[in-house]
């Protein structure tokens, strides 16, 4: 089955710097691969999502690239706020055969005032 | 709010009690799906049912037993739990079988402690 790993585990910056978050798949037939936010106490909620037949998407401060020949896929933050502190996780799915989600180990993500 | 509600919010059990936790979602939604949530797995998928009828078991304990009775209501019925099944249990929906979004929307969570 899928295996999703995702690092690092915990990430610290400063405001104003980037943030980057990497996820690897085991399974080449995944073809989709969100990513959830889920804030101290709350909800996961979908930031973000991609396809495989793109290679990077953007919106805002936030952006997702594929590399699927190397199976790995990143979330990269811009300009990080206090507000972004939260933890992330990637996830990946088949969807043309099934819509469920293997989630990676989540990443703690903390942005210094 | 997300429009997926989860009762109870909190619930301490122990051992050997027999409890049902609740999941509704109020968005026309025909998948639902219960996930655990604990430091160890994170998000670790449980159960999947698509219009009522369960998908995809990811070899849950038979002590976690999960009940569909229509498309907006999920239950996860709970016996002779251990205290490792203490956990952050969260239920999601989403709507399958279109293209145009694939998000699950997540419910509160209940917080679960087996004593």
């Known amino acids: 089955g899928e295996n999703v790993e995702q690092h690092p585990s915990t990430l610290s910056v400063q405001e104003g710097d980037s943030a980057v978050i990497k996820c690897t798949y085991s399974d080449s037939a995944s073809n989709y691969f969100p990513w959830y936010k889920q804030e101290l106490g709350k909800r996961p909620q979908l930031i973000i999502d991609?396809?495989?037949?793109?290679g990077e998407k953007k919106d805002q401060r936030i952006a997702v690239t594929l590399n699927k020949t190397a199976k790995h896929f990143s979330l990269h933050i811009t300009e990080t706020q206090p507000e972004d502190s939260a933890v992330y996780f990637c996830a990946a799915s088949m969807r043309d055969s099934s819509y469920k989600l293997i989630f990676g180990s989540g990443t703690r993500l903390l942005v210094r005032p | 709010e997300t429009g997926v509600t989860q009762t109870p919010r909190h619930l301490v059990m122990g051992m050997t009690n027999k409890k049902s936790l609740k999941c509704e979602q109020h968005?026309?939604?025909?998948?639902m799906y219960w996930y655990k949530q604990s430091a160890k797995k994170p998000l670790e998928l449980m159960f999947v049912y698509n219009f009522k009828e369960q998908t995809e078991n990811n070899s849950v304990p038979s002590r976690f037993s999960p009940e569909c009775p229509n498309s907006s209501h999920l239950f996860l019925h709970l016996h002779t739990l251990q205290p490792e099944d203490s956990a952050l249990y969260l239920c999601?929906?989403?709507?399958?079988?279109?293209?145009?979004?694939?998000?699950?929307?997540f419910g509160p969570g209940t917080r679960l402690t087996v004593t």
């Open positions: 991609i396809r495989s037949n793109v």
């Open positions: 999601a929906s989403s709507q399958e079988g279109t293209r145009s979004s694939y998000e699950q929307y």
């Open positions: 968005l026309g939604h025909n998948a």
